[in-house]
């Protein structure tokens, strides 16, 4: 097939290097913003009176038929064609004749491809954050489910002080609110059109790039041609923006698999996101948490990838940057995947309270608690710490936990001791106690769920 960049060469390259050189086989996806792309082009040629209105016309009809016929399966990609802009290009060449060669004029691969993947990954983005956002629903409304649902808090993975399920869930959705606000940076910072950079210097054409991207939904043009070809910031800052939501869905992926084993059993799966063992009948595997937490790794593989092939390239444009959409593509496609499955796990994932609530009697988690009765009642805190910790030692001897000695036993160990520390030991107390804005208390949880549906709102 002749090559339409054929002229300085005869156009005729060995099949291998074909293959090599295409990437239709993974830039076909951007058709619509091609063809869109194309359309408004045409539009400002003959606004600007570099061709006529008929010839701009005929243009966008073309352009029209080709989208109508890609999106009905009519039309079928060409995958001897060298990409998407040479694809289409073709075929309205081949459905207009002459008239199809115009749309080319003052422009260059080089600037449409770089409008092609801004335009689809600003549409990517918000896909993303729609996804994001239904999780963060989901967790939230979750935490409401379980505001009150006591449990133990972590430090070096060892008990640490009470909390509530409820609170340890909002935790999550703040951090998911973060990524929702990289990801609307971004998309801010990538809102600025190319289209008109040409290969790298501009163009000798009166056009008007402003017009363009105004039709384009962007914000401005990108001002200046050398940068606008060859920048791929947007795409490394999406990248890294989907890697650190893909980090937090990994940490709490590792957490919902703790959760859901037999030694914690704070949380039950749904089966519908739940595996079972080819061998071993008993088995209920959190594969889908798994995954999640695997597949970060693959994103971050993406993101690396593309800032090591970034790193030694002189300006403007080169070959090398075709490599920025495979990485891109696949991690926007990985963390759309992980949402949606997230989403659903989340929504049916129910809680153990009784054992959360067990498992932090057990933790002693409330012996700080009990120090600071002491202190209260005018003990010294170290001499208060000691007595509590041979209280602790006590209760590990007789299998027991600290609400349940008896006062007597309590009052062998210090005169202060009355029948009100019971009270002040009690979980739900300890975590009432903590009334600090951003705390656990119930009050404090409610008032993080009500903050986080107000900034979906």
Known sequence: MAKMWAGRTDGTTEKIADDFNSSIHFDS???????????IHAAMLAKQGIISETDADTLVDGLEGILKDLDSGALEFDWECEDIHMFVEQVLTQRLGDVGKKLHTARSRNDQVALDVRMYLRDEIDEITALTKTLIAAVTAKA??????????????????PITFGHHLMAYAMMLLRDVDR??????????????CCALAGTTYETDRRFEAEKLGFDGICL???????????????????ATLMMHLSRFSEEIILWSSWEFKFVELSDAYTTGSSIMPQKKNPDMAELVRGKTGRVYGDLMALLT???GLPLAYNKDMQEDKEAVFDACDTVKMCLKVFSGMIETLKAN???????????????TDLADYLVKKGMPFRSAYKISGQLVALCIQNNTVLEELPLSTYLSYSELFEADLYEHIDLTTCVEKRISEGGTSTASVKAQIAFVREALA
Do not use: W
């Open 224 to 242: 200046n041609s050398l940068d606008g070809v060859s920048d791929r910031d947007f795409c490394v800052e999406l990248m890294s923006a989907i």
């Open 353 to 367: 309270t009784a054992n959360m609530k067990r498992a932090a009697q057990k933790g002693f988690i409330n012996a």
């Open 183 to 196: 990801l609307a940076d971004t998309r801010k910072r990538m809102n600025l059109s190319p289209i008109g």
């Open 29 to 39: 996806r951007m058709y619509r913003q091609d063809i869109t792309g194309s359309m």
């Open 309 to 311: 092939t970034l790193k």
């Open 144 to 161: 409401e489910e379980y505001y009150d649902a006591i449990m133990p808090g972590y430090t070096h993975l060892q008990r640490a002080q």
